[in-house]
Structure formats: C-alpha cells, structure tokens
C-alpha cells in the first residue's frame, strides 16, 4: 500500500522569509501525482500545487514550489516570501489514476510577523 | 458555482443513535468519496464510489456504511455511532481518471462528536 510521510508535525517561519515542508512517499507505481493541499482554520481543503510524476520539471505556483525527487520519493514544498495568509495545515498527498489518494498526516506552518 | 457540499457540518449525538451525513456535487463527477481527519493521522478513506451503484471500501469502513443512487449525491451513514467516530469528515468528488486536467473537490466537512 502506498504511504505518505510528513516527518515536520510543525513549522514555523518569519513573515517574508522562505521555509520548505517535507514529504516522502512508498509506492511501486511508476506514473502518479503528488499534491500539496492547505488547510486553512476554515478547515476548507485548497489545493495548493500538483506534480505529474512524469514530468521533470518541478511545479511552481506563484510563491509555492516543489522539489520532486522521484528516485527518492521525496516531494517537499518551498513557499517563498511567507505571508500570514499561508498560515494552515499543510498536506501531502499521493494520487493514482484510479482517483485513489492518500494523504500524509500533515504539517501545521505557524507565520511569524 | 461548482462545489460539494455537506450537510450538517456540525453534529452532536449520542452513542448509538442511527445518523446520515449528506455529500452532494453539482458537477457531474463519476468518483465520489469520504475521507475522515483526525490529529495526527491526516486524512483516511472511509468509502468511495466509482459511479452510480457502484462503492468500495476504503481504508476505514468499519462502522460506515454508503450507498450512491443518484450521480450527485453520495450519503454516509454511521448505523450505530460510537464515540471513536468522532472526528472530521470531508466528502469529496472528482471526474475520473485522475489526471493533469481534474483534482479532487472537497466539502466544507462536517465535524462530529459521538458523546
């Protein structure tokens, strides 16, 4: 069965400044996709950021990027110039074509002012 | 405006007394599922639908049951609740496969507390 590891519980970082979540995954499958969701207090899930597994290059969204590393199983999350808006809960998520997703437990991310 | 929506989202009650926790999506998506959130273990699937008449176990089905009539809606029903059913739930629907094109919509999620 396919697993998600998100070994950081809670993050913290300074208004302005960059920090970087992490995320490995176990699968067997070679083509899948990765996706960071944030979960604000509203406990709505947004969809942050989405990596095809075939596809080398890294996605970025604006101030959000990864770091796939597929050799690895390694899929961690850069936001840069941090905004209070950012602070949530943060999950990674690994998804077949099936629909079948699994999600890790999640990293609360505190902002700073 | 396309959306999930889940009706209650908050439910206090009573060990044992049947409820049904409603899931509906307005955008004509195949795959449907219920996923629950507790602290610390993320999200785990209970139940999920491929299509109408057509659900399978998640991880987590004990204690679950699901049914899908219709395309649009896909109710979760808890027969007897216990209080380690407490917890936050979130349906969610998708067109299948999943692809670079589609994700998975989630509802606003319904928080229950099983006394």
């Known amino acids: 069965a396919q697993t998600v590891t998100q070994s950081q519980p809670e993050m913290s970082v300074q208004e302005a400044e960059t920090v970087t979540l992490s995320c490995t995954y176990d699968?067997?499958?070679?083509?899948?996709?990765l996706f960071w969701y944030k979960q604000p207090p509203s406990r709505q899930m947004i969809l942050v950021i989405r990596q095809e597994a075939y596809k080398q290059q890294n996605a970025t969204e604006n101030r959000f990027s990864v770091n796939f590393q597929k050799a690895a199983k390694s899929f961690s999350l850069k936001i840069s110039d941090s905004q209070l808006g950012d602070a949530a809960m943060y999950f990674c998520a690994y998804g077949k074509y099936n629909n079948d997703m699994r999600f890790g437990a999640g990293t609360r991310l505190t902002v700073k002012p | 405006e396309a959306q999930v929506t889940q009706n209650p989202r908050y439910l206090i009650t009573v060990t044992g007394k049947k409820l049904t926790v409603t899931c509906s999506q307005n955008m004509n998506h195949e795959y449907m599922s219920w996923y629950r959130q507790d602290p610390g273990l993320g999200l785990r699937q209970i139940y999920y639908?491929?299509?109408?008449?057509?659900?399978d176990k998640g991880d987590v089905p004990e204690g679950y049951k699901v049914s899908r009539k219709e395309k649009r809606n896909f109710p979760l029903i808890l027969e007897s609740p216990s209080p380690n059913q407490t917890s936050l739930y979130f349906c969610a629907s998708s067109f299948v496969p999943l692809s670079s094109y589609n994700e998975q919509f989630f509802g606003p999620g319904t928080r229950l507390t099983v006394l």
């Open positions: 639908s491929m299509n109408v008449e057509v659900t």
């Open positions: 699968t067997s499958e070679s083509d899948y996709y």
